[in-house]
Structures are given as structure tokens and as C-alpha cells.
């Protein structure tokens, strides 16, 4: 009963690297979300899917690119990171039927760029 | 723009007091109002919502009532447990097709023996 899962959990990165974030989720959900939080901040939206192959910007997109090749995967890449970059990121994902507003949360990845 | 407000943290209980989170809410028409909870460790998780006027929302003990009158969804509980201390989120989700949740900022509960 894994539900949503990303890795990895922590990461020290340098101005300029650039990594994937992963996330994978095991509920057949067919909309999937990336959300960063910084501190002192509520979840900003950066990216979203609403199936496989189908993507869309968030509130905050710029410095970020995602794909979603498959239902369960929808991984978030840095290509050029920068201190501004540095947050908690949450990868989620939900059903969106009628009535069901529930997003299911990973347990975060801690980002650093120095 | 939509647009959630919480009161500022973070907040210290003794264990069995009386706990008010205050969320306000700034949105056009009638949005769906969400709690959530982060416990340590772990990734952010449904507490309850409420979906329309005068509503109430429970879960584990809390509650928060919807007011459309005062634009507020405060989350309550008689009665605080250690294991409730975490980040509460409050948050909106828009009337409207492809619409989003919003969170406030999250304000950090710590319950004390």
C-alpha cells in the first residue's frame, strides 16, 4: 500500500546542476501535481497532469519541466539549478471524479542549491 | 485572485486544551474548503473539508464550519492530543472547471505533555 512515493529525500545540489525529481504512484489516480513549499509559505502549484501525456503549468513553472509518459510516473526536472530553487517539493496525486477533491501527498523532497 | 490566510505560529498547547486555528478565505462564488495536516515526516493529508454554506466538516475530533458570511473555515478541537502536533493547512479549491487547490501558509501545532 505504498500510495504516492518520491525520491529522493534529500539532495545538496550546486548552482547549475541539474537532477530529476521522481515520483510514482500506485492508486491508478489519473491527475498528478508538484507543489513546492517554502518557508513561512503555503504549497505553490508548479506543475500538473491530468493523464499520461498530458501536462500544464502551474502558479510558479519557470525553471522546471516534467513529462508523463505513463499513468503512475510523473517526474519533475531541474535543468539549471539556482538558490531560488532551494524548497520542500511535494509530488500528489488524486482521482478527480465528482465529488472527490482528495490529493494524496509523497513524503517530500528536501532541495538545496548552493 | 483566490487567496487563503492563516493565523499567524506557531502555536504551544498543554495536552487536553482547547485548540482554534483561524482560516479566512478570499474567492469568487462558492469554493469547496479543505483542512489539511502534515504530520513530521510525512507528506500532507486530507482532515476534512466542507463543500458548501453552513457546512461542517469532522474528522478525528476537529471540525471547522463553513461561514460564507465571514469568509472563514476555522478549524476546532475540544480536546488536543501529543500526537496531534504538526502543520495544519488550510486551503480552497475554486468553483470552476480545471481549478486548483489553494493553501495558505501553514501554521505549526506543538502539544506539550
Known amino acids: 500500500n505504498a500510495g504516492v512515493t518520491q525520491t529522493p529525500k534529500f539532495r545538496i545540489l550546486k548552482i547549475g546542476q541539474s537532477m530529476t525529481l521522481q515520483c510514482t504512484q500506485d492508486?491508478?489516480?489519473?491527475?498528478m501535481y508538484w507543489y513546492r513549499q517554502d518557508p513561512g509559505m503555503g504549497l505553490k502549484l508548479i506543475y500538473y497532469s491530468v493523464g499520461a501525456g498530458i501536462t500544464d503549468k502551474g502558479e510558479v513553472p519557470n525553471g522546471y519541466n516534467v513529462s508523463r509518459s505513463t499513468t503512475e510516473d510523473f517526474p519533475l526536472r531541474l535543468e539549471l539549478a539556482a538558490p531560488s530553487q532551494t524548497s520542500v517539493y511535494f509530488c500528489?496525486?488524486?482521482?478527480?471524479?465528482?465529488?472527490?477533491?482528495?490529493?494524496?501527498f509523497g513524503s517530500g523532497t528536501q532541495l538545496s542549491v548552493l | 485572485g483566490n487567496s487563503v490566510t492563516q493565523m499567524e505560529g506557531p502555536v504551544t498547547l498543554s495536552e487536553e486544551a482547547f485548540l482554534t486555528i483561524n482560516c479566512t478565505y478570499t474567492a469568487t462564488g462558492y469554493p469547496s474548503l479543505f483542512w489539511y495536516v502534515q504530520y513530521p515526516g510525512e507528506g500532507l493529508q486530507l482532515l476534512l473539508k466542507?463543500?458548501?454554506?453552513?457546512d461542517k466538516g469532522s474528522n478525528k475530533g476537529f471540525e471547522a464550519t463553513y461561514r460564507k458570511e465571514t469568509t472563514s473555515f476555522h478549524l476546532e478541537k475540544g480536546s488536543v492530543q501529543v500526537s496531534d502536533s504538526a502543520v495544519y493547512f488550510c486551503?480552497?479549491?475554486?468553483?470552476?472547471?480545471?481549478?486548483?487547490?489553494?493553501f495558505g501558509k501553514g501554521i505549526t501545532l506543538s502539544v506539550r505533555p
Open positions: 466542507a463543500t458548501k454554506a453552513d
Open positions: 492508486m491508478n489516480h489519473n491527475y
Open positions: 500528489a496525486s488524486s482521482y478527480e471524479g465528482r465529488n472527490n477533491e482528495k490529493l494524496f
Open positions: 486551503a480552497l479549491r475554486a468553483t470552476g472547471a480545471n481549478s486548483k487547490l489553494t
